[in-house]
């Protein structure tokens, strides 16, 4: 391998970057002890499980709910529409009185404002959860963004920016802040109306049509008031939060065209894109990351069990739960990988970039060589500019109670320890940037 600008697609890269030998020498040395240390875990573990009497009352409301007003088709163009005028009708066909309109409206305008980034969005579900510790969604809606921040962050942190142009950086990163911005979109008035219902001692979720949020959750949400099922809104969220993007994102054309479809989204694993990890210290004062990697993000079913294995993962391990808990309660979210392994990554360049031509190593399995300076990962202000959040596409993705084939009982994985894996991965982009590779 040489230093100039050699052309690879990505499947090229990836099978030339499996033969490193070293790495993974030090790869399977670290899995060895990870591997004990998940062990040590199995005693500890407790499974997600879903009642089947809350399950079998959910099924039958929810084909009482579609029986009675069967939901626009997503597209259609069939959704409410909000006029800025009082309008009586409209709020009796929309489900709500003219007393429930500021409500609605509050619940409104404050999404919109927490929805400016993925800073905002992130702490804003971290907020919630602290003031209500059994919307479990929360929390994993946290971690989860926290991720998707330090996504948008490496495309223009140390090293992505060697491996893909301008033109990709800018079409991954719409991708990602999209995702993001559309679930936070239909979930977090959804919380917020959960707390009003609160302030009120009374439930409010026929709100919920008006928010434009799914058929689906209503019926979870009048459950979830009269049971607090925890594990069962926390699945159902999940399920939800994946069907809306399912036409939204996933099948969009745009972003079909622009990352889906194209070879270097083949290169994820490399990347790293498909990686969640939550960073947490162990018993022993021992900084870990705990995670789960995604197979295909395309797959509508993958991406449902993937979210439900990460539930798992963060209330169904305590070690993990009460690791990830200490981490967020003292570390505010920035979008810098820096939030988590400052002896790695910094927030602010050490120096300027270096030229392709004088790059050095800086890794050493998951530590700096002796010399070399923290790789950037800029705080997401630095990195990126707030973008407006354009309206959905209006429509229901649920259409029959065959929505409940995904809500099932869901075990934590036997094997979540992330810490080596992520840093074999991110060994393998420092070896493709200084072998000079782009991904086309």
């Not at 559309?182 to 001692?201: M, N, T, V």
């Not at 809104?233 to 745009?254: D, F, G, K, M, S």
């Not at 809500?407 to 074999?424: K, L, N, Q, R």
Request: with cysteine; aromatic share 12%; net charge neutral.
């Amino acid at each position: 391998m040489t230093h100039g600008k050699t052309r690879w697609n990505a499947w090229d890269l990836l099978h030339k970057l499996t033969d490193v030998p070293q790495e993974i020498g030090q790869w399977v040395k670290g899995k060895a002890g990870t591997l004990w240390y998940e062990s040590q875990q199995l005693d500890h573990m407790t499974g997600i499980r879903i009642r089947k009497e809350h399950f079998s009352l959910l099924d039958t409301r929810l084909r009482a709910a579609l029986a009675l007003t069967p939901p626009p088709l997503l597209g259609s163009g069939q959704g409410i529409t909000d006029k800025p005028e009082y309008d009586t009708t409209l709020e009796m066909k929309a489900g709500y009185t003219a007393g429930e309109r500021p409500l609605v409206q509050q619940i409104r305008e404050e999404t919109a404002q927490r929805n400016r980034n993925n800073v905002t969005r992130t702490q804003a579900y971290w907020e919630l959860f602290q003031r209500l510790p059994e919307l479990h969604w929360a929390l994993l809606a946290h971690m989860v963004s926290r991720n998707g921040g330090w996504c948008m962050t490496d495309l223009k942190g140390e090293l992505l920016p060697y491996l893909l142009n301008s033109r990709q950086q800018e079409h991954v990163f719409a991708f990602l802040e999209r995702a993001n911005a559309l679930i936070f979109q239909d979930a977090y008035p959804q919380l917020l109306l959960y707390e009003a219902s609160l302030r009120a001692r009374r439930p409010l979720f026929h709100l919920l049509r008006p928010l434009h949020i799914s058929v689906f959750m209503q019926p979870v949400w009048e459950l979830f008031w009269e049971r607090r099922d925890s594990a069962l809104l926390t699945i159902a969220l999940i399920v939800n939060e994946q069907n809306y993007i399912e036409e939204r994102i996933v099948q969009h054309p745009v972003y079909r065209k622009t990352v889906l479809d194209t070879l270097f989204f083949y290169a994820q694993s490399l990347l790293q894109l498909n990686q969640v990890v939550f960073p947490y210290d162990d018993d022993h004062g021992q900084q870990r990351l705990a995670g789960l990697i995604l197979e295909d993000f395309t797959q509508l079913h993958e991406r449902i069990e993937f979210g439900k294995k990460l539930y798992a993962l963060l209330f169904g391990i305590p070690a993990v739960q009460q690791g990830v808990l200490q981490f967020a309660g003292r570390t505010r979210h920035s979008g810098s990988r820096s939030d988590y392994w400052p002896h790695l990554f910094a927030a602010v360049r050490q120096g300027p970039p270096v030229p392709r031509g004088q790059l050095k190593e800086w890794l050493d399995g998951c530590s700096l060589r002796p010399g070399a300076a923290p790789l950037y990962s800029p705080r997401l202000e630095g990195a990126w500019k707030d973008r407006p959040v354009e309206a959905p596409e209006p429509g229901d993705w649920c259409r029959s109670a065959d929505c409940l084939r995904w809500i099932t009982t869901v075990e934590p994985p036997f094997s979540f320890e992330m810490t080596h894996e992520y840093c074999f991965g991110l060994n393998k982009i420092e070896l493709a940037v200084l072998a000079g590779d782009f991904i086309e």
